[in-house]
C-alpha cells in the first residue's frame, strides 16, 4: 500500500521560510515523478511544483518560481518543497502526490497522480 506523509507546516509570519517533507512508502519511489499541490479555503486544489524520477526536472506554478525550491532524496524515499519569501496568499494545506509517470509531463494536471498525502497546514501571517 503507497503512503505519501507530509511533514514541515506551521506557522510563519510573512517573509519568513518553511520546508515541507513528503516520506513515501510502498512504492519504488525513484520510478516516479512527485508534485506538490495546496488549496486555499473555498478554492481549488492548485499546482505548485512537480519534480521528475531523478530530480533532474522540475516544473513551477508562476506564483511561486524563484520563491519555492523542489527536490528529492531517492535514497531516503523523500521529497521536499522549500518555501522562501512566504506571504499570506501562500496559505493552505500542502499536498504531495506520486505521478503516474516519470517526468513532468502535464505535471499541473491533478489526473495526472494516482496518490495522495494527507496535507500539511501552511499558515503566513501579514
Keep these: 500500500q503507497v503512503q505519501l506523509v507530509e511533514s514541515g507546516g506551521g506557522?510563519?509570519?510573512a517573509g519568513g521560510s518553511l520546508r515541507l517533507s513528503c516520506a513515501a512508502s510502498g512504492r519504488t519511489f525513484s520510478r516516479y515523478g512527485m508534485?506538490?499541490?495546496r488549496q486555499a479555503p473555498e478554492k481549488?486544489?492548485?499546482f505548485v511544483?512537480?519534480?521528475?524520477?531523478?530530480g533532474g526536472n522540475t516544473y513551477?506554478?508562476?506564483?511561486v518560481k524563484g520563491r519555492f525550491t523542489i527536490s528529492r532524496d531517492n535514497a531516503v524515499n523523500?521529497?521536499?518543497?522549500?518555501m522562501n519569501s512566504l506571504k499570506p496568499e501562500d496559505t493552505a494545506v500542502y499536498y504531495c502526490a506520486s505521478k503516474r509517470g516519470r517526468t513532468v509531463l502535464a505535471a499541473a494536471r491533478l489526473d495526472e497522480y494516482d496518490y495522495w498525502g494527507q496535507g500539511t497546514q501552511v499558515t503566513v501571517s501579514s
Aim: hydrophobic share 45%; aromatic share 20%.
Design 11 to 13: 506557522l510563519v509570519q
Design 35 to 37: 508534485g506538490w499541490f
Design 44 to 46: 481549488e486544489r492548485e
Design 49 to 54: 511544483a512537480a519534480i521528475s524520477w531523478s
Design 60 to 63: 513551477y506554478a508562476d506564483s
Design 78 to 82: 523523500t521529497m521536499y518543497l522549500q
